[in-house]
């Protein structure tokens, strides 16, 4: 079975809240700024707002968003909020996690 992904149309006005949950500036927490910043970049059209919690300087806004692995990235807007746990590399996955592509399965030929 092979996963077919496809691109969702956005409608232009939709502006992307996102936060993204790290402990200090460990490598995977900066491999995911990194790569979030390169995402919303090419797929975003600028209307989208990063904000990053260090969760070693505030732990205590983990509890807010029910953060309990990092780093996590949290979309508040558009609803409904959705969670991305992990450094972002997998860029396929983060677009359908961020409901900007739909996934669509189809049967492949064995």
Same mark, same amino acid.
């Given at each position: 079975m092979k !996963? #077919? *992904?496809q691109s969702r149309p956005r409608r232009k006005s939709q502006?992307?809240?996102l936060r993204l949950y *790290?402990? @200090?500036?460990? &490598? #995977? =927490? /900066?491999t995911a700024l990194n790569n979030l910043k390169k995402i919303c970049k090419e797929h975003m059209d600028d209307q989208y707002r990063i904000e990053i919690i260090d969760l /070693?300087? $505030?732990p205590q806004l983990? !509890? @807010?968003d029910q953060i309990l692995a990092i780093p996590t990235l949290v979309r $508040? /807007? &558009?609803t409904p909020i959705r969670k991305i746990i992990g450094d972002l =590399? $997998?860029?396929e996955r983060v677009l359908v996690g961020l409901d900007? !592509?739909? &996934?669509?399965?189809?049967? @492949?030929a064995l």
């Amino acid at each position: 079975m092979k !996963r #077919k *992904v496809q691109s969702r149309p956005r409608r232009k006005s939709q502006f992307f809240e996102l936060r993204l949950y *790290v402990a @200090g500036q460990t &490598p #995977k =927490s /900066l491999t995911a700024l990194n790569n979030l910043k390169k995402i919303c970049k090419e797929h975003m059209d600028d209307q989208y707002r990063i904000e990053i919690i260090d969760l /070693l300087a $505030n732990p205590q806004l983990a !509890r @807010g968003d029910q953060i309990l692995a990092i780093p996590t990235l949290v979309r $508040n /807007l &558009p609803t409904p909020i959705r969670k991305i746990i992990g450094d972002l =590399s $997998n860029t396929e996955r983060v677009l359908v996690g961020l409901d900007l !592509r739909t &996934p669509d399965t189809v049967a @492949g030929a064995l």
